[in-house]
């Protein structure tokens, strides 16, 4: 169901280009449509959910230029559609060969844009809805113009795009860690809801990856466990939760990342699991989002040689999205590729070939290639030489339009401030984020009655550690968000940011600091064995001081510490999962995660140091 608000204000609209098009097939009554700004003030045809034939009656009147541009979701510099500053304009006139986003569809006709922050598209959430304001406007304004798809990768935890003053909720494998469908449902729900507010109606989440390897350097904690039916459950419940807020959900990343040591931004990952293993392993998660009737699948830019014998990228491969997305798990919704400039997608074959063959393979939509023209003008040509036919573009274009008119984008395209101000990052909405979080935090390790922190015996306390930037640009750093949750909650503190790899002079400088201390808390940042985060950790113990340590990405660096008297996981370092660890250190909140994935000895990563479903409590 489309989450949107009724009111005079917020009634169907469909502007110039599509309502001359489309309007006439859809409906007749006038309303006015508000935009973000107060722009998009003109009188135009409202309109209804279009049919599937009247969607067929539009597809009919496309050219084909037209239609190969729906296939497209490009990114785009800039924070407005039509004034972006010099900086994005330089920098979209040398990527994109135009000057912003209202360049880019009126030369392109592209169907979809994709939001990141690096582009400038995310600042603030007025801004960000008179962006999105200002492409439909850019896209509805030309001659069979229709609504735009607009995305972003908001899982939230580690991938994060839109930021505070946005609700911030725990990411995947915390919300492996609270184990609650409900929890994980509603933070999805919450998210949808505000990025619906937002006018961004495709979410490339949830991550549907079963973490079967702890050196996966690319998924790890954006997967909610290493059990495939535990993931399954929790995607169908975000699937739930995303969708029924009004937003596409997009499970990624098919046929599966989960057991992987490569980055498939940078090479082509090989994932060398049996047919019966994929089957065990990878696929539950992507069979529950379709039983769950998800709207999107992402596919994975990885070799799958037991899917397919020719070894060609899962994004590329007929026999893997055809084959068995489409054909075996009967999956009928709209299939977008991973972005087409990682690395992973281009070793085997040129930026001209690759959207062609993805579109050969079975995808819809063909994210942020490297150069659209040349992305662009090899679908054209593929077709006009009659590699690909037009009823093959057809087919995809009528899902993307199906998927437009299920979330409401010909009913209503533009978003308000009204509805910004009272979904976006509200009371209720931060509160419930702050009472999922609580439930994930996990204790992994607990020496000698120490937690809770007792203020009257632990009340001095030295905070150091890992400042990693923050995953939206807009939290953190970590020691300064503990540091205040702490002093908010009557300790006295010490802050020595360390780093993820403190030199010599950096460790003796905390060993000094922690002199008179009733406890250390240090924040790390996947330790890896010999590394100076380990060395820090020791140095500190050997003073007596006790070392609250809070893992915060990888539960994994439990067994690279034991000399800490206490482990806490967070699985995120932004603000609402430190602030949940600080209540949990300070004896406000209980331990109640659980270890979603296993986690191996340090000595022998052939054996297991914690089980899956490991959490201590006090």
Not at 330 to 357: A, F, I, Q, W
Not at 579 to 598: D, E, F, M, Q, T
């Amino acid at each position: 169901m489309h989450h949107r608000s009724p009111g005079t204000s917020r009634r169907a609209v469909l502007a110039a280009g599509a309502g001359a098009a489309a309007a006439a097939t859809v409906s007749t009554s006038a309303s006015a449509a508000v935009g973000a700004q107060g722009a998009a003030n003109a009188v135009t045809p409202a309109a209804r959910r279009p049919t599937r034939k009247q969607l067929r009656a539009m597809l009919s009147r496309m050219s084909l230029e037209e239609k190969v541009g729906q296939l497209f979701v490009m990114r785009v510099y800039g924070h407005t559609a039509t004034d972006p500053d010099q900086a994005d304009v330089d920098a979209n006139l040398e990527e994109l060969g135009v000057r912003d986003a209202a360049e880019l569809i009126s030369t392109y006709h592209v169907g979809g844009i994709i939001y990141f922050t690096w582009a400038h598209n995310t600042r603030d959430p007025h801004q960000i809805a008179g962006l999105s304001n200002g492409i439909q406007r850019a896209s509805l304004g030309r001659r069979n113009g229709l609504p735009v798809l607009i995305s972003t990768d908001q899982e939230h935890g580690i991938v994060c795009r839109v930021g505070a003053p946005a609700t911030l909720l725990p990411g995947a494998m915390a919300l492996g860690a609270g184990g609650s469908r409900s929890d994980t449902r509603r933070a999805a729900r919450i998210a949808g809801a505000e990025l619906a507010a937002l006018g961004i109606l495709q979410n490339y989440a949830p991550d549907a990856d079963v973490n079967v390897n702890p050196a996966n350097p690319v998924i790890n904690v954006r997967s909610f466990s290493s059990d495939p039916e535990a993931v399954a459950e929790l995607v169908a419940a975000q699937v739930k939760g995303y969708q029924g807020a009004g937003v596409a959900s997009c499970a990624k990343h098919f046929p599966g990342h989960g057991d992987t040591t490569t980055d498939s931004h940078e090479a082509l990952p090989t994932i060398n699991h049996t047919r019966e293993e994929w089957e065990r392993l990878d696929a539950p998660p992507f069979r529950a989002a379709v039983a769950a009737g998800i709207d999107s699948i992402m596919t994975a830019h990885i070799v799958v040689p037991s899917l397919d014998p020719a070894e060609d990228p899962a994004t590329l491969s007929r026999p893997i999205l055809t084959g068995i997305l489409r054909e075996e798990l009967g999956y009928d919704g709209v299939v977008v590729t991973d972005s087409l400039g990682m690395e992973g997608v281009r070793t085997k074959y040129g930026d001209d070939r690759v959207p062609v063959l993805a579109l050969l393979a079975g995808v819809d939509q063909l994210l942020n290639p490297p150069s659209i023209k040349v992305a662009y003008d090899a679908v054209l040509a593929a077709v006009r030489d009659g590699e690909l036919t037009e009823e093959r573009i057809d087919t995809s274009v009528l899902r993307i339009l199906e998927l437009k008119a299920k979330r409401g984008l010909f009913e209503d395209p533009y978003v308000t401030r009204r509805e910004v101000d009272r979904t976006v990052g509200t009371r209720g909405h931060l509160a419930e984020a702050d009472r999922i979080a609580e439930r994930t935090t996990t204790l992994l390790a607990h020496r000698d009655g120490l937690l809770p922190l007792n203020r009257r015996t632990h009340r001095d306390l030295l905070v150091l550690g890992a400042d990693p930037a923050s995953p939206s640009g807009t939290t953190g750093p970590p020691t300064t968000t503990l540091t205040g949750e702490l002093k908010e909650l009557g300790f006295r503190v010490t802050t020595l940011p360390t780093g993820t790899a403190p030199t010599q002079a950096v460790i003796d400088a905390a060993v000094a600091a922690a002199e008179g201390k009733d406890a250390v808390i240090v924040a790390t940042y996947n330790v890896t064995a010999g590394s100076a985060q380990q060395k820090l950790v020791r140095a500190l113990a050997a003073t007596g001081v006790p070392v609250v340590v809070l893992a915060i990405r990888n539960p994994y660096d439990v067994a690279q510490l034991p000399e800490a008297d206490a482990v806490l996981a967070t699985y995120s370092w932004t603000d609402v999962e430190l602030r949940a660890a600080v209540r949990v250190l300070a004896g406000r909140a209980r331990p109640r995660g659980k270890l979603p994935v296993p986690v191996q000895r340090a000595d022998d990563p052939s054996k297991e140091l914690l089980p899956l479903g490991y959490g201590l409590r006090y």
